[in-house]
């Protein structure tokens, strides 16, 4: 917002230069980073971030949704932070506990964490490990209604060391509790001295944290503006305001990106129809970058017609994935085998590429004896080759592509036909509880960014048999569930690595799902802002606004 | 006047009561609910959401819900979002001035020029201005608004650069120039349809007193065609107007969906809105009951002042 260029500069352009004139210019170094931005003077401009939902929530703990996270990554710190290439570095704490520095017990149930001890509130007093025991013990009060508590409610016996350290025991080993820490923010003890209800602290309203960026007002229904925090532990910030702007409808948060209304687009991003103007655009620049979510097909194998590895396989061999990608999305998204984002460490580059080939589907339902029938759709001891699809109606992408996979799998004898559903029916009962045939979803696979899938292939997982979690295809495989089981005891990236490469390749063997493709976020930014970085190991393209800042 | 008024105030809390019931009961039939947002959330587990239904009292039986909501209403507590964790009655407070605001100038613009045109359509029947009124107001009605709001974002905004691209005011100038030069395109968008309703009735209601004969009466005896005019025959049209108004007052303070979403106005439209789309049922049923307070206080206001300027009519 501090700088004006030539998208058609007006009347409302013209006002907002008078209220940057006081701003002066950065210079830009060779290296596209202005050196002396970095380490001189105040923070200066302002970026202006439009989000298609409001931030509502604000204190970190309570239960919310993405479009909260902007707002807390630059409000607050965590004790670690998960940088862009999936490692874990630490924040408020001075180092990042392992088995090998003594910061994990050889058992994985004692932990101790250092704190940085340079660090304040925003009001000015001084961060310790009290507030971090107060995080920690606040999350699991029965009575305050917090966000996920899955690794939290395994902690016991909290001390304070020192103001710089403290200790804990986990009732268990649970290496996945690492990097839920990196999303658990920490709050001031102080702030809720004398408050009965934590539900409805007014730190809630006006929260205080340790951030590069201070609370400054919120105007329901339209904005929230933070301004900087000049005691800043950490890099920067160098801006000194930065505004999330909510913007109720997709196609005027594009809009408003053009008219130069908003400096950088926050979720949902451009959507995929809006990427080839958004190319042509002057002055903005465009990124693309892996979302963590992945669009399957997901396959309910207690269902007779998927019992059958080759059947699987098959379905997945008839579906032309390039021509859906390219065809419906635009050419937007990447195809994928992995449940696993790119952006994790744990990503597994080396599983079998899809290949699409109807030839293929044919000759693998024929030799597994699945025989042509009334109609042309294939049929095996009495079961015919023919199934429900369901996902949430009124998704137009999505009800394109159904039919194109309809009749991709028409061409190899197997008859699919389409039911969806309202997204409350559809994701209710009739999906947690597997009633399913197949369904076109987009799954989010690792719970802060942890390689860690017990939730969603353990055979104790499965809903509709009386288990606990989101194993809705109802996949049972003892070697997977073995490696799980070990996964959350090891705390060494590298032998977790080896664990979770391997769960890939089964899943990647079995098909549960059939996995299509990766969406791709499209970033949009005023070409000026430098320092943006999306990170997938996040849920926000703010996670970093402290580094952001303005060049000309 | 006082019995009138007590039983009008009698009335309206029982219409109160059933408007609540039918409300509240749709409301919760609705399928999904407002733990549904975080359900897909992969790390929220089926305990967490357990935990939180239970702190929110959603797991009581759905009368009790409501007898206890009731209650509360009845004293005074408006209940909690549970969206941002505010009062409601302070939700609603910030979004209000905006809607206020928009409607208020909308109004303004349109009750004038509407009754300009029907004026003009009525006494200047079958010419050439009437039948573009005619025309004009039946293309106005037909347009989607929403269609239109994007128009003229496109053209006002992205091309010619006159008027900003929505939003109440530019971030770091809040003037009151700004504040105007930012209401103008919104306020004349959401002026369209109204203009379009404001000049039929006007023009209906004044054709059925320019034939009167009080109206031939004044004409015979020499009165000029002016006062005729304006004493005569708007001082009559405008009665049945008087409760058109009554009835659009709920709209003033209870926004408009489609315009706010689209100039990105943070009134109470948007708010209901996105309320209803994340199941906040203190807020939505809060929202309801002050539009359904407001359409009996529109209609009890238009019957007192319709009786004070109309000797003939009475309350009873």
């Known amino acids: 917002m501090t700088k004006k260029t030539s998208i058609t500069l007006t009347r409302r352009g013209a006002l907002g230069l008078v209220g940057a004139a006081g701003a002066t210019l950065m210079a830009p170094n060779l290296l596209g980073k202005p050196a002396f931005a970095q380490t001189e003077g105040a923070p200066e401009g302002r970026v202006i971030v439009g989000l298609v939902q409001e931030p509502t929530v604000f204190n970190p703990l309570m239960v919310k949704i993405e479009v909260d996270d902007g707002v807390h990554f630059s409000l607050f710190d965590a004790l670690f932070r998960f940088t862009p290439e999936g490692e874990v570095v630490p924040n408020l704490a001075t180092e990042v506990p392992t088995q090998a520095n003594g910061g994990i017990s050889e058992d994985g149930t004692e932990w101790r964490v250092k704190l940085r001890d340079d660090v304040k509130w925003h009001d000015g007093k001084p961060f310790t490990a009290e507030d971090v025991k107060f995080t920690l013990e606040l999350i699991v009060n029965p009575d305050f209604r917090a966000w996920r508590t899955a690794g939290h409610a395994f902690v016991r016996d909290i001390t304070v060391v020192s103001p710089t350290e403290l200790t804990w025991r986990m009732e268990e080993p649970f290496s996945p509790y690492l990097s839920f820490l990196t999303e658990t923010f920490i709050i001031p003890k102080h702030a809720f001295e004398g408050v009965e209800d934590p539900n409805s602290a007014p730190f809630n309203q006006s929260p205080i944290g340790t951030g590069a960026f201070k609370w400054d007002r919120r105007l329901a229904g339209d904005r929230v503006e933070l301004v900087a925090n000049a005691d800043y532990h950490g890099e920067g910030p160098y801006l000194e305001q930065l505004v999330f702007k909510y913007i109720p409808d997709i196609t005027v948060h594009f809009t408003q990106f053009r008219s130069g209304d908003i400096d950088l687009l926050g979720r949902m991003y451009i959507t995929p129809d809006n990427y080839e103007e958004a190319k042509t655009l002057p002055d903005r620049t465009l990124m693309l970058q892996p979302a963590p979510s992945i669009e399957t097909i997901a396959l309910n194998l207690e269902r007779p017609q998927f019992k059958e590895l080759a059947v699987r396989e098959a379905l997945y061999a008839a579906i032309d994935k390039q021509a859906i990608i390219d065809a419906i999305y635009y050419g937007v998204p990447s195809s994928v085998e992995n449940y696993v984002p790119r952006s994790s460490y744990y990503y597994y580059a080396d599983l079998p590429l899809h290949e699409y080939s109807p030839d293929k589907a044919n000759a693998l339902l024929d030799e597994a004896g699945w025989k042509r029938g009334a109609g042309g759709i294939r049929e095996k001891d009495g079961v015919r080759l023919s199934f429900k699809n369901s996902t949430t109606s009124g998704n137009h992408l999505r009800e394109q592509m159904q039919q194109f996979v309809q009749q991709m799998l028409q061409q190899v004898g197997v008859e699919m036909t389409i039911e969806n559903m309202p997204a409350a029916v559809m994701w209710g009962d009739f999906w947690m509880q597997s009633r399913f045939d197949t369904a076109v979803v987009g799954i989010t696979f690792l719970i802060g960014s942890d390689p860690d899938v017990t939730n969603r292939f353990h055979s104790k997982a499965i809903t509709a048999q009386g288990g606990s979690g989101s194993n809705n295809w109802q996949i049972k495989n003892a070697r997977i569930d073995e490696l799980l089981e070990k996964g959350t005891r090891i705390f060494d990236p590298a032998e977790r690595k080896a664990i979770y490469d391997e769960v890939q390749q089964i899943v990647r063997h079995e098909l549960p799902y059939l996995p299509l493709f990766a969406e791709n976020y499209i970033h949009g930014r005023k070409s000026e802002i430098e320092g943006f970085e999306p990170n997938g190991n996040t849920r926000t393209e703010s996670w970093n606004a402290a580094s952001w800042y303005w060049v000309s | ?316």
């Open chain 2, 1 to 316: 006047m006082l019995p009138f008024l007590l039983n009008r105030l009698w009335q309206s809390f029982i219409l109160l009561i059933i408007v609540s019931i039918i409300g509240f009961t749709i409301l919760n039939l609705i399928p999904g609910g407002p733990l549904s947002q975080y359900a897909l959330d992969p790390g929220m587990t089926a305990a967490d959401l357990e935990r939180l239904k239970e702190q929110m009292g959603l797991n009581r039986p759905l009368p009790i819900q409501y007898l206890d909501w009731a209650w509360r209403m009845l004293h005074g507590d408006w209940g909690t979002s549970y969206r941002d964790g505010a009062p409601v009655t302070e939700v609603i407070g910030r979004h209000i001035f905006a809607t206020f605001i928009l409607m208020g100038s909308s109004m303004a613009i349109s009750i004038a020029i509407g009754t300009w045109i029907g004026i003009r359509g009525a006494t200047h029947r079958y010419s050439l201005f009437d039948y573009t009124a005619t025309v004009g107001a039946m293309v106005a009605l037909s347009i989607p608004t929403f269609w239109f709001g994007l128009v003229s974002i496109y053209i006002f905004a992205l091309k010619l650069g006159w008027f900003p691209a929505g939003n109440m005011y530019t971030i770091g100038d809040e003037t009151v120039l700004g504040y105007l030069h930012h209401l103008i395109l919104p306020s004349l968008v959401l002026s369209l349809v109204h203009v379009a309703v404001w000049s039929r009735y006007m023009r209906t209601a004044t054709l059925d007193v320019i034939h009167q004969d009080f109206v031939k009466t004044a004409r015979a005896k020499g009165v000029r065609e002016k006062r005729v005019l304006m004493k005569h025959v708007v001082g009559n049209a405008l009665l049945p107007m008087i409760t058109l108004a009554g009835m659009q007052l709920p709209q003033l303070l209870s926004g408009a969906l489609v315009t706010e979403t689209v100039f990105t106005w943070p009134g109470m439209g948007r708010l209901f809105l996105d309320s209803l789309s994340y199941s906040d049922y203190p807020v939505v049923m809060g929202l309801l009951m002050l539009s359904a307070i407001l359409t009996l206080l529109g209609n009890l206001i238009a019957d007192i002042v319709v009786s004070m300027v109309d000797p003939r009519i009475r309350l009873a």
